[in-house]
């Protein structure tokens, strides 16, 4: 480790945090409907999206909330559907790539709605220009939007004074929708991709280029509109890549400053809601204390991927004596170094982005279990865009239920009893992610064709797959790589696994939202739990750390952790 | 207290009885009852089968014999353990109901039908009857005084053994059934139904036959639950996982792993905590209609407390003669304990008191036929004696000011200063003249009750704040008010200003807390969350409140709070510390695991367990062992501090997360070496 590296790592704190306040509280204003400086401009489209689409903005109750969500979702995944099974029929296909296959195409339509953005295919070698910009780029728009109207939404069942009677409503899905979409995603897109594309990053429709190499081989260059989708593709924590190298490629994150504006992007709106979720509370303390919660998971990550990677490889380390050096370069761009890979890993998993600069699966175990177990938290330390903020909003109720009992009051939230349905919903929440993850996991490890395309054997291997459905399930969308997954069968458990992830776990958040929205709330006093300051950041870190270890340990320990001992025992795979 | 008394725990008899229900309830239509215990259950027949198995059979690859065995008994002491702390929270309970149950004894009734007496089974009265019930008798039922007064012994019901006067009309007209009655003759309306009665709904409790789970329970039920099913997907995934990595692990060491992880201390423990909270409330002569109530008693943001009987002594006190100018206070005291000799309220006769104490005036023998008493009335507003030609009067300022000026006198300038500060102090001024010539100003002071200020500030710390309903004036109620430290009062209170102020702060989302007894009382008691009724109160309101106070004391409405948090916290302190044991569980029994094929995972043995049968069945019988170790403590509580929250939380996570993180690493040791060291591994 090196004092450059921890300034890098420390800067890009110091960044996130100088971003926090303002995005923070402009999406305050954009989404609770208050007076902002982009409503005048760009107010036009607000109003031409609900006249098209009939939108009336009237209030709607979770159920309906939930219906227009998946509906929508729905529709928009039959689209991207649609389009990579007839692309060789459409246009802007200039290298005549033909229709994707079916399972191939099921994965990837489940995928970009989910905000995974897994990519089990080479993008420059499948997809047109057309499958790429108007099946793929708008899901990176609109899967981000959504994710921020669920949190939006869970923000106002928490913050909302009920009546006391039944289930209250939690606003208006397609308002949310349209409103995250024009006034944040679209007008930070559009001017950080001229950014981009000053750095370096390509903006094109030409056909590919084909170059004669120093050696004399031919090679064929991949063009496409990159700049554009680039940035949506960090700030919607999307990170599916226009390239199969994602991130690592020249053409997507050419140096430095593109590297770090893009690790900014990721963080920017999942750090920001927090702010915005304090301010819709009126209590920003209460903000900052799940962003410090998120910040402490953060940097505990970052510390320990960069001290495993900057060590290298302890086969090689400690038994063949070899110097350190740089530490583990396998797989990481030297344009990048050790601690920026490191720093991007952990960014690209606690927030549920997944475009990756450097191959995770060449990370030393301990530097590999880091962005793993980043994922099995729960995409919570901040997250996917939403979905950090109402995942760890549903932490903080269980949290608060466990707590508040120990105070002696039956534990209330923002003033709002938890009581048995919220822990009921809640609970079904944490449920769903390991028993997707661990099921599928466990199936395809003793099946062949679950085993067949894995390039990797012993605990390794196991990290392999595990990591495809933790990633998938937690709608990452990185890849530890090393298994093909471009087969029938992950192209299926995998896109089935994303969707289960999403909307199995967005319902009862939903749920939560609809009956705490009616609830009245209390007033806190001395005798409530505290939720600001550090004592509460405590506490959820704590409850995080505990259920996210806990469910997920036994499997760990034959992954990434056996295999730590192993290398040190001079075992590699 | 003489019946509803605190019943140990540890007696032999109730021990015994436990042991015996412990096993009753390993029927696992009762088990199902509680998700967590029932998985343990499952497990332990499963082992037991498996151990049989190979009994019979002796497979070859497979865990010993005396590894299986011992694995599944001690699933079953955990099974039993669970059972054993539930049978023992509830024999507390019976043992009291036995107690109650022996009251009940058939009594025959004096049923009026038509005007005629007609004997009737006291268990055959219904709702509505007519009973007499005389001196010597046992009142048959329920109900309510129609006709007559009596005094009564409730000591059966309340175990205070002075009787009270039961009366019919007004607000102690209420009577218990098996309640004995010592004097007079009263006609009592039976109030209930057979099967209905006070006694019966107080035995249903104690006895916890009747026990439904309170929605906390249930809520942190679906916690636990939930949990555990994550559990079980964790560990029966391991089984793939295993074999992808060439490990085959048999099902005792799944199940044992499975057992060890879910939150069996807490969940074994969870309705022993219920029934002793409950039971907890009882030994402080408070009866809760509903285990809702304990709870709720715990969430009590505001206490509403009646000013009189709660935080003043029933009456005023005179504590002070001010006389007037050209009186002295001799004479002053003097014409006060002449005016008040035969005033037998507790005012008059403090008057008495003080200037015997103050000016060595003793009483005096009043029976002299010259002396002519005057006793309060509505109209005159005074009270005092004629004697030796002497007028002497003592009453409000304003009816002297009337009296004496009839008699062509006035009163002084001083005195109405006197009078004025005296009122604005929050006392009461009565003044005393003699003829025309007013004497002076006797200071009537509410007396506060000792020690309830730093009670009221204890909850202060807890986040609840009280208010004090008075109908007393503003000024004297904010005197008292500041006396005796109460947040905030309700001045000229009428029982719709109350009701009122109730709705108000529940619309604020705060839970309210109050006493009362009188009808008038009901709709509040109805309103409020947790509502304790008098039990000399009146049927209605012991109707409309959620819990009853047999002592009648309502300052007792204090202890029922700190009980429903106790009983909340010991919840949480258990989740949590039930939690944070699966840390250490995990370093025992997943290097044991995996140690036959990937021997270099042996530092993750960081207790450097004997052998990995040993691993695992010292964490088996940890997990045991601790739920035995708990039961004094589930039963007692944790203990309650008045602090606020953020104190209370640091602390319990200190000692209940940390701890329960750090405790079974040195428990499992322990257990690891003893093990060893008696052979059985």
């Given at each position: 480790m090196t004092p450059n590296g921890w300034i890098q790592i420390l800067l890009f704190c110091a960044a996130v945090l100088a971003v926090t306040v303002p995005l923070g509280a402009f999406m305050y204003r954009v989404l609770e409907g208050h007076e902002h400086f982009l409503k005048k401009p760009l107010g036009w489209l607000e109003r031409l999206v609900y006249r098209l689409g009939g939108v009336t903005g009237a209030e709607q109750s979770w159920q309906a909330y939930s219906v227009a969500l998946l509906a929508f979702s729905a529709l928009t995944m039959l689209v991207t559907y649609a389009l990579q099974r007839l692309q060789h029929l459409l246009p802007w296909n200039p290298q005549k790539l033909g229709a994707v296959e079916a399972a191939s195409a099921f994965n990837t339509a489940a995928s970009f709605t989910t905000n995974t953005n897994w990519q089990g295919y080479a993008g420059e070698a499948s997809l047109s220009y057309l499958s790429q910009m108007a099946g793929l780029a708008w899901h990176n728009f609109i899967s981000a939007a959504a994710g921020i109207a669920v949190a939006v939404a869970l923000a106002r069942g928490l913050t909302r004074k009920g009546e006391g009677r039944g289930p209250g409503t939690i606003g208006n899905f397609w308002v949310d929708l349209t409103r995250a979409t024009v006034y944040v995603l679209l007008p930070l897109c559009l001017v950080l991709g001229l950014v981009f594309v000053s750095q370096g990053v390509i903006q094109n429709l030409t056909p590919y280029v084909?170059?004669?190499?120093?050696?004399?081989?031919?090679?064929?260059?991949?063009?496409?509109?990159?700049?554009?989708?680039?940035?949506?593709?960090?700030?919607?924590?999307?990170?599916?890549?226009?390239?199969?190298?994602?991130?690592?490629?020249?053409?997507?994150?050419?140096?430095?400053?593109?590297?770090?504006l893009s690790m900014l992007l990721i963080f920017a709106i999942p750090a920001g809601l927090t702010y915005t979720f304090g301010k819709m509370a009126g209590d920003v303390r209460h903000g900052w204390a799940l962003f410090g919660a998120m910040a402490f998971l953060f940097l505990a990550g970052v510390s320990v991927a960069y001290w495993a990677e900057a060590g290298g490889s302890p086969t090689i380390v400690?038994?063949?004596?070899?110097?350190?050096?740089?530490?583990?370069?396998?797989?990481?761009?030297?344009?990048?170094?050790?601690?920026?890979?490191?720093?991007?890993?952990?960014?690209?998993?606690?927030?549920?982005?997944?475009a990756v600069n450097s191959m995770h699966d060449s990370f030393t175990a301990l530097g590999g279990l880091v962005p793993l177990f980043d994922i099995q938290l729960g995409e919570v330390v901040f997250g996917g865009v939403g979905a950090g903020l109402y995942g760890m909003l549903v932490m903080a109720i269980l949290s608060v239920f466990i707590a508040g009992l120990m105070v002696g009051r039956t534990p209330e939230y923002l003033g709002k009893k938890i009581e048995t349905r919220e822990v009921k919903l809640a609970m079904l929440y944490v449920l769903i992610f390991p028993l997707v993850i661990l099921v599928f996991s466990a199936w395809s490890v003793v099946v062949p064709y679950g085993l067949s395309s894995l390039n990797n054997a012993g605990p390794h291997g196991l990290s392999e797959i595990l990591y495809a459905f933790t990633s998938a399930v937690g709608n990452n969308g990185s890849a530890f790589a090393g298994i093909g997954a471009n087969t029938a069968w992950y192209n299926t458990a995998l896109g089935l696994a994303m969707l289960m992830g999403r909307f199995w776990m967005i319902v009862p958040a939903?749920?939560?939202?609809?009956?705490?929205?009616?609830?009245?709330?209390?007033?806190?006093?001395?005798?409530?739990?505290?939720?600001?300051?550090?004592?509460?950041?405590?506490?959820?870190?704590?409850?995080?750390?505990?259920?996210?270890?806990?469910?997920?340990?036994?499997?760990?320990?034959?992954?990434?952790?056996?295999?730590?001992?192993?290398?040190?025992?001079?075992?590699?795979? | 207290m003489s019946h509803v008394k605190a019943v140990s725990a540890w007696e032999a008899g109730i021990l015994r009885a436990a042991l015996l229900d412990a096993l009753r309830k390993l029927d696992p239509r009762l088990m199902a009852r509680n998700p967590v215990m029932f998985v343990v259950e499952v497990g332990s027949v499963l082992t037991t089968l498996l151990w049989l198995r190979d009994l019979l059979l002796r497979p070859v690859a497979s865990e010993p014999l005396w590894f299986t065995g011992q694995v599944s008994l001690w699933l079953w002491f955990t099974v039993l353990f669970a059972n054993f702390a539930e049978a023992l929270a509830e024999g507390r309970g019976k043992a009291q109901a036995a107690a109650l149950r022996g009251l009940r004894a058939e009594t025959v009734a004096r049923r009026l039908v038509d005007g005629r007496e007609q004997p009737t089974p006291a268990s055959g009265l219904r709702k509505g009857d007519l009973v007499v019930v005389e001196a010597g008798q046992v009142v048959p039922g329920d109900g309510e005084v129609v006709e007559g007064i009596a005094s009564v012994d409730e000591s059966a019901v309340t175990g205070e053994s002075a009787p009270v006067i039961r009366e019919s009309g007004g607000d102690r007209s209420a009577v218990t059934g098996g309640t004995k009655v010592l004097s007079d003759r009263v006609v009592v309306r039976i109030g209930v139904d057979p099967g209905q009665s006070f006694l019966d709904r107080m035995i249903g409790l104690v006895e916890g036959a009747k026990r439904q789970k309170t929605p906390n329970e249930i809520a942190l039920h679906v916690l636990l639950s939930g949990m555990t099913?994550?559990?079980?997907?964790?560990?029966?995934?391991?089984?793939?996982?295993?074999?992808?990595?060439?490990?085959?692990?048999?099902?005792?060491a799944v199940v044992a792993l499975l057992v060890c992880l879910i939150p069996t201390t807490i969940g074994g423990l969870l309705s022993a905590i219920g029934i002793a909270g409950m039971d907890?409330?009882?030994?402080?002569?408070?009866?809760?209609?509903?285990?809702?109530?304990?709870?709720?008693?715990?969430?009590?943001?505001?206490?509403?407390?009646?000013?009189?009987?709660?935080?003043?002594?029933?009456?005023?006190?005179?504590?002070?003669?001010?006389?007037?100018?050209?009186?002295?206070?001799?004479?002053?005291?003097?014409?006060?304990?002449?005016?008040?000799?035969?005033d037998e309220t507790p005012e008059g006769r403090s008057i008495v008191v003080l200037a015997k104490e103050r000016h060595g005036l003793r009483g005096r023998e009043l029976k002299r036929p010259e002396a002519h008493f005057v006793a309060f009335s509505a109209q005159t507003r005074m009270s005092g004696c004629d004697i030796d030609g002497r007028v002497i009067r003592k009453g409000a300022a304003d009816a002297i000011a009337a009296h004496v000026s009839r008699l062509g006198g006035r009163v002084p300038v001083l005195v109405e200063q006197a009078v004025k500060a005296v009122a604005q102090s929050g006392g009461t001024p009565l003044v005393v003249s003699d003829g025309p010539r007013v004497l002076g100003v006797v200071h009537l002071k509410d007396i506060v009750k000792g020690g309830l200020k730093e009670r009221f500030a204890k909850f202060r710390a807890m986040g609840l704040r009280t208010v004090m309903i008075t109908?007393?004036?503003?000024?004297?109620?904010?005197?008292?008010?500041?006396?005796?430290?109460?947040?905030?009062?309700?001045?000229?209170?009428?029982?719709?200003?109350k009701l009122r102020l109730i709705r108000e702060e529940q619309a604020k989302g705060k839970l309210v807390a109050m006493t009362g007894d009188g009808t008038n009382d009901a709709p509040a008691l109805a309103q409020a969350d947790v509502a304790i009724a008098m039990n000399s109160g009146t049927q209605a309101a012991r109707e409309a409140g959620n819990m009853v106070d047999l002592d009648s004391n309502p300052t007792k409405l204090l202890e029922v709070v700190e009980v429903g948090k106790q009983l909340l916290m010991t919840r949480g302190c258990l989740t949590t510390f039930s939690i944070a044991n699966d840390v250490a569980k995990y370093f025992a029994i997943l290097p044991a695991l995996f140690m036959a094929v990937f021997p270099e995972i042996a530092p993750l043995n960081v207790m450097g367990l004997a052998s990995p049968r040993s691993a695992i069945l010292s964490a088996v019988v940890f997990n045991a062992l601790v739920i035995v170790a708990l039961i004094p403590l589930a039963l007692r509580g944790v203990r309650y501090r008045p602090l606020g929250a953020a104190a209370l939380l640091r602390r319990s996570l200190l000692v209940y997360g940390l701890g329960g993180v750090v405790v079974p690493f040195v428990g499992i040791k322990a257990v690891d070496v003893v093990l060893a060291a008696v052979g059985l591994v």
């Amino acid at each position: 480790m090196t004092p450059n590296g921890w300034i890098q790592i420390l800067l890009f704190c110091a960044a996130v945090l100088a971003v926090t306040v303002p995005l923070g509280a402009f999406m305050y204003r954009v989404l609770e409907g208050h007076e902002h400086f982009l409503k005048k401009p760009l107010g036009w489209l607000e109003r031409l999206v609900y006249r098209l689409g009939g939108v009336t903005g009237a209030e709607q109750s979770w159920q309906a909330y939930s219906v227009a969500l998946l509906a929508f979702s729905a529709l928009t995944m039959l689209v991207t559907y649609a389009l990579q099974r007839l692309q060789h029929l459409l246009p802007w296909n200039p290298q005549k790539l033909g229709a994707v296959e079916a399972a191939s195409a099921f994965n990837t339509a489940a995928s970009f709605t989910t905000n995974t953005n897994w990519q089990g295919y080479a993008g420059e070698a499948s997809l047109s220009y057309l499958s790429q910009m108007a099946g793929l780029a708008w899901h990176n728009f609109i899967s981000a939007a959504a994710g921020i109207a669920v949190a939006v939404a869970l923000a106002r069942g928490l913050t909302r004074k009920g009546e006391g009677r039944g289930p209250g409503t939690i606003g208006n899905f397609w308002v949310d929708l349209t409103r995250a979409t024009v006034y944040v995603l679209l007008p930070l897109c559009l001017v950080l991709g001229l950014v981009f594309v000053s750095q370096g990053v390509i903006q094109n429709l030409t056909p590919y280029v084909q170059a004669q190499t120093l050696e004399g081989g031919q090679q064929l260059i991949a063009m496409g509109p990159v700049a554009s989708q680039e940035v949506i593709k960090q700030l919607g924590t999307n990170g599916g890549g226009f390239m199969n190298a994602n991130a690592a490629h020249p053409f997507e994150n050419p140096n430095a400053l593109t590297n770090f504006l893009s690790m900014l992007l990721i963080f920017a709106i999942p750090a920001g809601l927090t702010y915005t979720f304090g301010k819709m509370a009126g209590d920003v303390r209460h903000g900052w204390a799940l962003f410090g919660a998120m910040a402490f998971l953060f940097l505990a990550g970052v510390s320990v991927a960069y001290w495993a990677e900057a060590g290298g490889s302890p086969t090689i380390v400690d038994r063949l004596g070899v110097q350190a050096g740089l530490g583990n370069m396998e797989g990481k761009e030297v344009r990048f170094g050790i601690a920026s890979s490191a720093l991007y890993a952990t960014v690209t998993t606690d927030a549920s982005c997944g475009a990756v600069n450097s191959m995770h699966d060449s990370f030393t175990a301990l530097g590999g279990l880091v962005p793993l177990f980043d994922i099995q938290l729960g995409e919570v330390v901040f997250g996917g865009v939403g979905a950090g903020l109402y995942g760890m909003l549903v932490m903080a109720i269980l949290s608060v239920f466990i707590a508040g009992l120990m105070v002696g009051r039956t534990p209330e939230y923002l003033g709002k009893k938890i009581e048995t349905r919220e822990v009921k919903l809640a609970m079904l929440y944490v449920l769903i992610f390991p028993l997707v993850i661990l099921v599928f996991s466990a199936w395809s490890v003793v099946v062949p064709y679950g085993l067949s395309s894995l390039n990797n054997a012993g605990p390794h291997g196991l990290s392999e797959i595990l990591y495809a459905f933790t990633s998938a399930v937690g709608n990452n969308g990185s890849a530890f790589a090393g298994i093909g997954a471009n087969t029938a069968w992950y192209n299926t458990a995998l896109g089935l696994a994303m969707l289960m992830g999403r909307f199995w776990m967005i319902v009862p958040a939903l749920a939560i939202a609809g009956i705490l929205a009616g609830k009245k709330a209390s007033p806190p006093g001395p005798g409530t739990l505290p939720t600001s300051g550090p004592l509460f950041a405590a506490l959820l870190v704590g409850v995080i750390v505990i259920v996210g270890a806990l469910t997920f340990f036994p499997v760990l320990s034959l992954g990434p952790i056996v295999e730590h001992f192993l290398a040190l025992a001079g075992k590699v795979y | 207290m003489s019946h509803v008394k605190a019943v140990s725990a540890w007696e032999a008899g109730i021990l015994r009885a436990a042991l015996l229900d412990a096993l009753r309830k390993l029927d696992p239509r009762l088990m199902a009852r509680n998700p967590v215990m029932f998985v343990v259950e499952v497990g332990s027949v499963l082992t037991t089968l498996l151990w049989l198995r190979d009994l019979l059979l002796r497979p070859v690859a497979s865990e010993p014999l005396w590894f299986t065995g011992q694995v599944s008994l001690w699933l079953w002491f955990t099974v039993l353990f669970a059972n054993f702390a539930e049978a023992l929270a509830e024999g507390r309970g019976k043992a009291q109901a036995a107690a109650l149950r022996g009251l009940r004894a058939e009594t025959v009734a004096r049923r009026l039908v038509d005007g005629r007496e007609q004997p009737t089974p006291a268990s055959g009265l219904r709702k509505g009857d007519l009973v007499v019930v005389e001196a010597g008798q046992v009142v048959p039922g329920d109900g309510e005084v129609v006709e007559g007064i009596a005094s009564v012994d409730e000591s059966a019901v309340t175990g205070e053994s002075a009787p009270v006067i039961r009366e019919s009309g007004g607000d102690r007209s209420a009577v218990t059934g098996g309640t004995k009655v010592l004097s007079d003759r009263v006609v009592v309306r039976i109030g209930v139904d057979p099967g209905q009665s006070f006694l019966d709904r107080m035995i249903g409790l104690v006895e916890g036959a009747k026990r439904q789970k309170t929605p906390n329970e249930i809520a942190l039920h679906v916690l636990l639950s939930g949990m555990t099913i994550i559990f079980l997907i964790a560990c029966v995934t391991l089984v793939p996982f295993g074999l992808y990595s060439g490990l085959s692990f048999t099902v005792t060491a799944v199940v044992a792993l499975l057992v060890c992880l879910i939150p069996t201390t807490i969940g074994g423990l969870l309705s022993a905590i219920g029934i002793a909270g409950m039971d907890r409330l009882i030994r402080h002569n408070v009866i809760p209609m509903s285990g809702r109530a304990v709870e709720a008693a715990g969430d009590v943001d505001t206490i509403l407390l009646d000013k009189t009987g709660t935080i003043t002594l029933g009456n005023r006190m005179a504590s002070e003669f001010l006389p007037a100018p050209g009186a002295k206070v001799e004479e002053l005291a003097d014409a006060a304990q002449l005016a008040s000799l035969a005033d037998e309220t507790p005012e008059g006769r403090s008057i008495v008191v003080l200037a015997k104490e103050r000016h060595g005036l003793r009483g005096r023998e009043l029976k002299r036929p010259e002396a002519h008493f005057v006793a309060f009335s509505a109209q005159t507003r005074m009270s005092g004696c004629d004697i030796d030609g002497r007028v002497i009067r003592k009453g409000a300022a304003d009816a002297i000011a009337a009296h004496v000026s009839r008699l062509g006198g006035r009163v002084p300038v001083l005195v109405e200063q006197a009078v004025k500060a005296v009122a604005q102090s929050g006392g009461t001024p009565l003044v005393v003249s003699d003829g025309p010539r007013v004497l002076g100003v006797v200071h009537l002071k509410d007396i506060v009750k000792g020690g309830l200020k730093e009670r009221f500030a204890k909850f202060r710390a807890m986040g609840l704040r009280t208010v004090m309903i008075t109908g007393d004036n503003p000024l004297t109620a904010a005197s008292i008010a500041a006396e005796a430290g109460v947040d905030d009062f309700m001045a000229e209170a009428t029982p719709e200003m109350k009701l009122r102020l109730i709705r108000e702060e529940q619309a604020k989302g705060k839970l309210v807390a109050m006493t009362g007894d009188g009808t008038n009382d009901a709709p509040a008691l109805a309103q409020a969350d947790v509502a304790i009724a008098m039990n000399s109160g009146t049927q209605a309101a012991r109707e409309a409140g959620n819990m009853v106070d047999l002592d009648s004391n309502p300052t007792k409405l204090l202890e029922v709070v700190e009980v429903g948090k106790q009983l909340l916290m010991t919840r949480g302190c258990l989740t949590t510390f039930s939690i944070a044991n699966d840390v250490a569980k995990y370093f025992a029994i997943l290097p044991a695991l995996f140690m036959a094929v990937f021997p270099e995972i042996a530092p993750l043995n960081v207790m450097g367990l004997a052998s990995p049968r040993s691993a695992i069945l010292s964490a088996v019988v940890f997990n045991a062992l601790v739920i035995v170790a708990l039961i004094p403590l589930a039963l007692r509580g944790v203990r309650y501090r008045p602090l606020g929250a953020a104190a209370l939380l640091r602390r319990s996570l200190l000692v209940y997360g940390l701890g329960g993180v750090v405790v079974p690493f040195v428990g499992i040791k322990a257990v690891d070496v003893v093990l060893a060291a008696v052979g059985l591994v």
